[in-house]
């Protein structure tokens, strides 16, 4: 029987080693327990996966696109919504794990699916999150200008490849990206000037397996521990000039702010009213 049991757990450890290879284009390392207990991942109906970040115990913060219709682009009903928290693995599942499902969607009215601009949205959750412990906490927002270098990092899930149906990492990692000049990031053969001044580009410029790749859109960008961007754009996936693009939530402080107390709700079908 132990040479049974012994060959089972032998069996298991493969799968899972195959479920978990160290060559994930998302790259990084594997995040500790109670590290950044504030990244949380979001199930959606269209969209592989998004990330997101908590702010308090009722709201998430994410990217608009997330939260819109692929082809419609218009806001999609909270029912189909998840949101995951406390657990450092999609699976498997962990007693620290808390799901919630959202009831409001808060999409800012400016957001611009052509160019990203304004590329946020806050979601409110059915249940508020119990009292916060060191694996779900809300994020500290960062409210400074950073210089050019600072070693940032990404929190996320995501995919080895943004090929359509491709498995999610179950496993959250964490990838060093340095914050680059916007000059280099608009480059021509780069981003092209999609890089706005709402925005901060943080990666690499040459090709590396630190990156971020599809089903990590909406997750945070930490600097110094602290909340900083949402990634929008720039799934690079390890290719060259293709670093992450994220918004900069330092300039959104007011409008974030703004949502948690708001009694409306708009329904399934809203648009935004892009400048």
Known sequence: MRVLVVALLVTLAGALASENPSGRLTGGTVALSGQYPAAVSIDTPYQLHCGGSII???HVLTAAWCV????AFTLLNPFWLRVIAGDLNLVPVSFRREVRNVTHLFVHPNYNRVTNNNDLAVMRLNTP??????????AILNTRVLAVNTQCEYVGWGAATNAVGVALNPA??????????TASCNAATVHNN???ATMICAGSL????????QGNIGGGLYCGGQLT?????????????????????RQYRQWI????TRTDNPGPGWVPNPL
């Not at 999150?129 to 809300?138: A, L, M, Q, Y």
């Not at 040459?206 to 790749?213: R, S």
């Open 56 to 58: 308090n115990l009722n």
């Open 68 to 71: 819109m219709h692929p082809t």
């Open 129 to 138: 999150f119990p009292e916060f412990h060191n694996t779900i906490e809300p």
């Open 172 to 181: 959250q990692r964490i990838a060093i990206v340095p914050i680059l000049t």
């Open 194 to 196: 999609r890089v706005l």
């Open 206 to 213: 040459t090709a590396t397996a630190n990156t971020v790749c």
């Open 229 to 249: 961007g949402v990634l929008t754009f720039g799934l690079a996936c390890g290719a060259a000039n293709q670093p992450g693009v994220y918004i900069d939530i």
């Open 257 to 260: 702010d703004t949502q948690f």
